[in-house]
């Protein structure tokens, strides 16, 4: 038996989210459907956090233990014959069996991107948030930037659990243009429940013009925007989960 | 009654192809099925040909006789609240009733898109072929330059017709990096039945030196490369057909 953390990678668009659920499709049941046909007995995987249904990741990181003889290289490809194609296992590697994905993360980036054009393109259309015209960067940008650092954003998404601390830390905030698109880069040490997508709209709005650059900093200081809107679940990707390399460094072997 | 010329996206995907069969889903039998909910009674749409299962298009153009009164804007509109999200209309106008998409057509553009990385990829393996590595761009530019001007094809494709023609002109080839990918734009007055999927899967072969480039060469003089393999339906887009101006500027009310 060893303990490995493996990326994943999927579109979130069939699926009822990431979590397990009694009667819907989900990610990690259908993760774990695929882990028991190669043998798996365990109970449930680990991951680094919930992705909302529709949402997309490229760099979402489950661990498991599994008795396994093969090497990762092996798991990986054995793992990608049983999934189906919106799901696949990028890279899998053994770590300590003290390594847990959602408590040793140090940094998660997400990715969000807009489109424009007035009917629908079906070839991005979920992976993109389509508007008819594009916001003003700068002004995106201004009113992202206040948002670096630590505070408690409360006015923006809420704990996962009740009188969890709604404290958190934003390194690093970024609207560029890319072609006829612009995406928006957040890399945080973690996110409230809807916290993206409320931050995405938000600005989004502010970029066109139809809410002032003020409700970010009211939103800060007094924990409350007047917003209950999210920007659609397809827009978005996690795409990475940083670790220190301290929890890898552990001797594998202990006997 | 007037004539409709309108651009059609779509992820083919889903679909046994554009053409319309008995006891399949189509792209034409699902726009049609749209038209019908708008009262439209017409027995078939036109279209400028036909895309293979799993081929997206972004400019298909389709035409169709209609007695619509609300205006091109709303014809759009309505028949993309009757369409599913991976077909979608772009854009429409009236055209003359003599207009056919498929004989009045001059140039047709296609893009093949690849990626690189050794796991699928759920949020382009839809819409791009995988590769390990990328091929020589060079290689593959040089190949694909020999392919330019009238030439015949039927190395490459079959006619749709049996006995039809299998002459057609390419005017523009081209390889080129679009960040980790490689995407291949060709453009010519016409193409072979599979004749784009087959080049790409030679120019392909040829780029990852598993094959030499003389096989063009053999190709396009003696009718035969002795290679019946494809590439992957779902990395081809349409992209647009072009017309010449002038079946668009006859007078379009002649009572």
Known sequence: ????????????????GFQRQAHKVTVQGTVEDALRKLGWQ????????????GVHALGQVISFNFDWKHGTTKL??????????????????????????????????????????PERDPLRDAFAWRLNRAPNLSLMNEAASLMLGSHDFRGFGRALKEDGST?????????KSAGDEQHFTIIGNAF???MVRRIVYVLVKLGLE?????????????????????????????????????????NLKVD
């Open 1 to 16: 038996m060893a303990h490995y953390k493996l990326i994943l990678a999927y579109e979130g668009t069939a699926y009822a």
């Open 42 to 53: 365990g109970r449930a995987i680990m991951a680094s956090g919930r992705t909302d249904s």
């Open 76 to 117: 990986v490809k054995a793992l990608n014959a049983n999934l189906p194609s919106d799901i696949s296992a990028q890279h899998a590697m053994e770590v300590p069996w003290a390594f847990h994905p959602r408590y040793d993360a140090l940094r998660r980036e997400y990715r969000y991107r807009l489109y424009f054009q």
């Open 167 to 175: 404290t958190r830390e934003i390194f690093e905030v970024d609207w």
């Open 192 to 194: 409230l429940y809807h």
């Open 210 to 250: 139809e809410l002032p650059v003020e409700i970010v900093k009211k939103g800060l200081t007094e924990g409350e925007t007047g917003i209950v809107s999210l920007a659609p679940a397809r827009g978005l990707c996690l795409m990475q989960v940083e670790y220190p390399e301290s929890v890898f460094s552990e």
